[in-house]
């Protein structure tokens, strides 16, 4: 059974900085690629990051390249989102997910595993 649980969420001011953390647990976590997504009220699922088994390449929305950066450690079977230059519309619940192969997808159907999700808000 694949478990992905998120941390890290919470209340921040525009212009803050913060780290979400992802666990999985249930697969061999170096063998597959990982993925956040993100979800606002009234709006569609996201796609916000992704990187590959290796961590060796990460691909980002437009809206957070260059603010916020994916990285895994396979060792502790973890990935990560560093969020910075906050904003507003950043305000959402975050997802982690896995899919069952190495490379990167940016569409959520790639994605078979997700996690309950954590909160991130943004004040203005």
């Known amino acids: 059974q694949v478990q992905l649980v998120e941390s890290g969420g919470g209340l921040v001011q525009a212009g803050d900085s913060l780290r979400l953390s992802c666990a999985a647990s249930?697969?061999?976590?170096?063998?597959?690629?990982m993925g956040w997504f993100r979800q606002a009220p009234g709006k569609e699922r996201e796609f916000v990051a992704a990187i590959n088994s290796s961590g060796g390449s990460t691909y980002y929305a437009d809206s957070v390249k260059g603010r916020f950066t994916i990285s895994r450690d396979n060792a502790k079977s973890m990935v990560y989102l560093q969020m910075s230059s906050l904003k507003p519309e950043d305000t959402a619940v975050y997802y982690c997910?896995?899919?069952?192969?190495?490379?990167?997808?940016?569409?959520?159907?790639?994605?078979?595993?997700w996690g309950q999700g954590t909160q991130v808000t943004v004040s203005s």
């Open positions: 997910a896995t899919r069952p192969i190495q490379s990167i997808v940016a569409v959520a159907t790639g994605y078979d595993y």
């Open positions: 249930g697969r061999t976590f170096s063998r597959y690629a």
